[in-house]
């Protein structure tokens, strides 16, 4: 039987229904087929090409700040040699390189003998002079009661004028010896005290909280005052510096904000805390430290680790912007695909800078248009297209320029 010039649904149609043998199962095939072609009818508008599903982002205005890089370092706001403040041999060394001290913790003993005698020998001069200044000052006593007996007899025929002059000089004489003997205990208890400072230098401790990066002596060597004995970090109050050209100064406030690039995945945000006002006149810079902020999950930095800060070059000002993966380079022409009433419409457009993963657009776009960045490649001009939801971002509510992409959703 021919069936030219039916449809396949028809054709199939009266050859079930012609085998009178089996009729529900020509019923069944008929039901089947019928409802297959009105699904894919429903699939293929336009022509029969089903719609591509792709992925939109918005074209949004937000704030924008030109940026240049600028190679930066960590340094370390603490860091320098311990030095020893008393002399002797060292005794013990109690950390070594790369041990973590907190501040005030031993890190090297000498030894202390000769110290402790030292102490031991002006404490006893301070016993020594402590008591002349006590008999001193009993002496006057007895001087100022025989003045006393003196003084009663003024008017009896014993009083002998030159006996109470000559008393009088000999309690003068007396509270002088007493002031001297006051005066040399104050100089046995000041030497006491340097003593004593010296026997307790002669435990070496970490002025400050740090990592131990070097050892400069060993057990036995012999240090003098200002030796040096350890070198010490504090990688706890790290911060940033880099040299500026100096016509990129003006724009650095104290507390701009930057974004600083450890690494290729790790970024953080630094605060410009002071700019130095001295100009290296072979480079035409100048140094600023920037105080790091929003370290949380960052570790292991170390005092010159090399970072890339982006500093910026000028004002902020408002730029209409659109996603990197919507850019399509046909030809040599920048090009877009809009969502043009669920169609795919190519749209020439005119860029400018990159700023994070979007490019500035200088023509060709309006804020809030609807543009593919994923599925762009293989569609074609009018092809059918479809997405899921509206932007979540409305017209002129960007938080970002730099924002990542996000999939929309109903």
């Given amino acids: ?18 085998n009178l043998k089996y009729p529900l199962l020509g019923l069944l095939a008929l039901v089947a087929l019928t409802g297959d072609a009105v699904a894919q009818g429903a699939k293929k508008p336009d022509g029969g090409r089903p719609a591509t599903m792709v992925q939109v982002d918005a074209v949004k205005t937000a704030p924008y700040v030109q940026t240049i890089p600028i190679i930066g370092r960590f340094i370390a706001r603490q860091a320098g040699v311990v030095s020893a403040r008393a002399k002797g041999a060292i005794k013990s060394m109690d950390v070594d390189v790369g041990d973590r001290v907190e501040a005030g913790s031993v890190m090297a003993v000498l030894v202390r003998d000769r ?14 002079y402590a008591a002349q200044a006590e008999t001193k000052k009993a002496k006057t006593q007895l001087l100022r009661q025989e003045l006393g007996r003196l003084l009663s007899l003024k ?10 002059d000559d008393k ?18 104050r100089k046995a208890q000041a030497n006491l005290k340097l003593r004593q400072i010296d ?3 002669g435990e070496i401790k970490a002025p400050y909280g740090g990592v131990v990066t070097q050892r400069h002596t060993a057990v036995g060597s012999y240090v003098n005052v200002g030796s040096a004995v350890f070198s010490l970090i504090d990688d706890t109050t790290l911060e940033i510096e ?12 104290t507390g701009v904000m930057i974004n600083v690039l450890l690494d290729k995945k790790s970024t953080i945000k630094a605060a410009v805390r002071a700019v130095v006002p001295e100009e290296n006149p072979q480079t035409r810079t100048r140094a600023v430290r920037f105080e790091p902020i929003e370290m949380d999950g960052v570790e292991n930095l170390a005092a010159n680790q090399s970072v890339t800060l982006n500093l910026p070059s000028g004002t902020q000002s408002n730029v209409l912007s659109v996603h990197k993966d919507a850019v399509l380079n046909r030809r040599g022409n ?5 969502v043009d009433k669920g169609k795919a419409k190519f749209q020439p457009v005119e860029l400018g800078d990159a700023t994070g993963n979007r490019f ?19 569609l074609r001009p009018g092809q059918a297209i479809r997405y899921e939801g509206m932007p979540k971002a409305a017209p002129g509510q960007a938080k970002s320029a730099g924002d990542e992409p996000q999939k929309i959703k109903g």
């Fill in 115 to 128: 110290l402790q005698w030292e102490r031991n020998l002006y404490a006893a001069e301070v016993a020594n």
């Fill in 155 to 164: 008017k009896s025929p014993a009083f002998s004028q030159a006996r109470l």
């Fill in 1 to 18: 039987m021919q069936t030219t010039g039916l449809s396949p649904v028809i054709g199939h149609h009266k050859l079930a229904c012609a």
């Fill in 334 to 338: 920048q090009l877009v695909v809009l």
């Fill in 199 to 201: 026997f307790d230098d």
């Fill in 242 to 253: 880099a040299d500026v050209p100096s016509d990129r100064v003006g724009s650095l406030k």
């Fill in 168 to 185: 009088n000089q000999n309690i003068l004489v007396a509270e002088s010896e007493a002031a001297e003997a006051k005066a040399q205990l």
């Fill in 360 to 378: 500035i657009v200088d023509g060709g776009l309006d804020e809030g248009d609807l543009v593919v960045i994923r599925g762009n490649e293989r």
